[in-house]
């Protein structure tokens, strides 16, 4: 993790002291930190759920404990501060606070815990807690629990020792029920109960599972731009939380349901991403894990397994008035869209003042790459935060390698280097729009019992098209659509449409027609021409203003 800076005093000699004995080889402090480290007022706080708490083999065995240790060891940059655990028991917390007290010579005490078991005598649940090292922090006040959808929520309030300090209320959460309502709660306890005082400055963190990815839509690849899910949009923009991972993890992109949020100044950030690579099967070694059989399990799990999440963690300072961020702080283009590689990047400002503020944003590249918008305005209310995408194209045969696209935010500038790959991965079939559980993929998987269908919660008019990719440029004279076959009709395509493009840009119109108000297989022919992209476009359907598809291909017909 280079660039990572820490305190003076007590925390430049932990990082001797954690460098000799973590039992695997830890970075080196980096270069400069002394200068950084006498500015003072910073935590490291660290992310985790451990998956300990309901099974009682998996509670009583602690090898993935210590190999979670072992990989925080050999990850963070120095001694962490404060642990946010989530499916942890009392002695799984007390185990962890030991193992990492050895691995770093720091002196780690549970400041917050659950007992023996998950179950409270009133039905709820109580799986969450807080691990401090009391070398670097103390607690203010006392610690404990905070009931939210039947479960309770760990919660501590600490200060780091050095000065000046940082107060920072913390909160390790396991969401029971929905993530909305649940994020905006944990965030009210925190600014009602812990609100800043006596001057000392103060950066809110609340982290744990949330049940649920940072965007709408439940895929595997979150675009960095994606329309966010009600949790997170409540988190980050109406309250000016800061997603970390997001922010300064390695992988914005990848599929989490762990969060470490904070309304701070996020300095650096890091997500265990290699965890998954070193797991070929992951399935298998928790299924091993959870019965008890650590010891057992496959060879390439038992000194690597600790759950099926990786953990995260960040140095916060305290809140500037304003601080901006552009994501990713390095971008991949890995992915087409009909014959164009494509990625996004979205310039970040929290606004941490009682008055609202603006910034302007200006986005540029050399050729190749494009971005869109050149320029944006952020118009960002008091306590709140706003975010400008940036769209950002290349031709799908752009040579490999590293580009820079130039982003400024009002006064700060930011370079984020783009790796253009030799490969790039393009969807079977696109859709002007689609309702989440009925995505375009469903009118390409062979299944007529699924479909696609477009979004209709708010209606989304008609016209409304699915593009099938051939994968190749190759002669088709058809179109072949079958409407859903669940005994609704709604969505029936009725009038319609085809193009072909061969490079996904221009489109020729081939077909049209009216199709019957049926579910029977239907057809339209056109003279054979070279395509790669053929598109079946809806002007008027059955049941209302939308479309749906259980199959559509191209071919022959």
């Not at 004995?21 to 985790?48: F, H, I, K, N, Y």
């Not at 922090?137 to 300090?165: I, K, N």
């Not at 493009?501 to 199709?515: K, L, N």
Request: charged share 20%; with cysteine; proline share 9%.
């Amino acid at each position: 993790m280079p660039g990572i800076r820490r305190r003076a005093g007590a925390a430049v000699a932990a990082l001797a002291a954690f460098a000799a004995l973590s039992p695997l080889t830890a970075p080196a402090a980096p270069a400069g930190a002394a200068a950084r480290a006498a500015a003072g007022g910073e935590l490291l706080v660290v992310q985790a759920n451990l998956q300990e708490a309901v099974r009682p083999a998996d509670a009583a065995e602690t090898a993935d404990l210590d190999n979670f240790v072992d990989r925080l060891t050999a990850a963070a940059p120095a001694p962490p501060d404060a642990l946010l655990l989530t499916e942890v028991l009392g002695p799984g917390a007390r185990h962890v606070a030991e193992r990492l007290g050895r691995a770093t010579g720091q002196r780690y005490r549970v400041a917050v815990a659950p007992g023996d078991s998950p179950y409270l005598p009133d039905g709820a649940v109580r799986e969450s807690a807080i691990v401090v090292n009391a070398d670097t922090v103390r607690t203010v006040g006392t610690p404990g629990f905070h009931r939210v959808q039947s479960e309770d929520q760990a919660y501590a309030v600490v200060q780091t020792r050095d000065r000046p300090a940082l107060r920072a209320p913390l909160v390790s959460a396991h969401v029971a029920g929905s993530p909305a309502p649940a994020a905006e709660a944990l965030a009210g306890f925190l600014a009602e109960r812990h609100p800043p005082k006596d001057g000392t400055p103060q950066a809110e963190v609340l982290g744990g599972d949330f049940r649920g990815g940072r965007c709408a839509e439940p895929v595997a690849y979150l675009a960095i731009g994606c329309a966010p899910a009600l949790f997170w949009d409540a988190l980050t923009d109406g309250r000016a939380y800061r997603d970390t991972a997001y922010e300064r993890g390695a992988e914005p992109w990848a599929a989490y349901r762990n969060y470490l949020f904070a309304r701070g100044d996020v300095r650096d950030g890091f997500t265990d991403a290699a965890y998954r690579r070193a797991l070929p099967d992951a399935a298998a070694c928790k299924a091993a894990f959870d019965r008890g059989e650590g010891a057992g399990a496959p060879a390439e799990c038992r000194d690597t397994y600790y759950a099926d999440q990786p953990f995260s963690f960040a140095v916060l300072g305290a809140p500037p008035p304003a601080a901006a961020a552009v994501v990713p702080g390095r971008a991949e283009m890995s992915r087409c869209e009909l014959g164009e590689r494509v990625g996004d990047a979205v310039a970040r400002v929290a606004n941490y003042t009682a008055e609202p503020l603006t910034r302007e944003v200006t986005a540029a590249a050399d050729a190749p790459l494009s971005v869109s918008p050149a320029a944006a305005t952020l118009r960002v209310p008091a306590q709140q935060a706003r975010a400008a995408r940036i769209s950002l194209t290349a031709p799908a045969g752009t040579p490999p390698g590293e580009y820079p696209v130039r982003v400024r935010v009002g006064g700060e500038a930011f370079t984020v280097p783009v790796t253009v790959t030799p490969e790039c991965t393009e969807p079977r079939v696109y859709a002007t729009s689609w309702h989440s559980g009925f995505e375009p993929e469903r009118a390409a998987d062979g299944d007529p019992n699924t479909f696609w269908h477009s979004e209709y919660v708010p209606v989304t008019p008609l016209p409304q098209s699915l593009t099938l990719n051939l994968g190749e440029v190759r002669p088709v004279s058809g179109v072949t659509y079958q409407p859903r076959v669940d005994g609704n009709l709604n969505g029936t395509i009725l009038d319609y449409t085809v193009y072909v493009s061969a490079d996904g840009r221009d489109f020729t119109e081939v077909a049209a027609g009216t199709w019957a108000r049926d579910a029977r297989l239907k057809t339209a022919s056109f003279a054979a021409a070279d395509a790669r992209y053929v598109r079946l476009e809806a002007h008027r359907a059955s049941g209302g203003d939308y479309a749906s598809a259980a199959e559509v291909t191209a071919g022959a017909p």
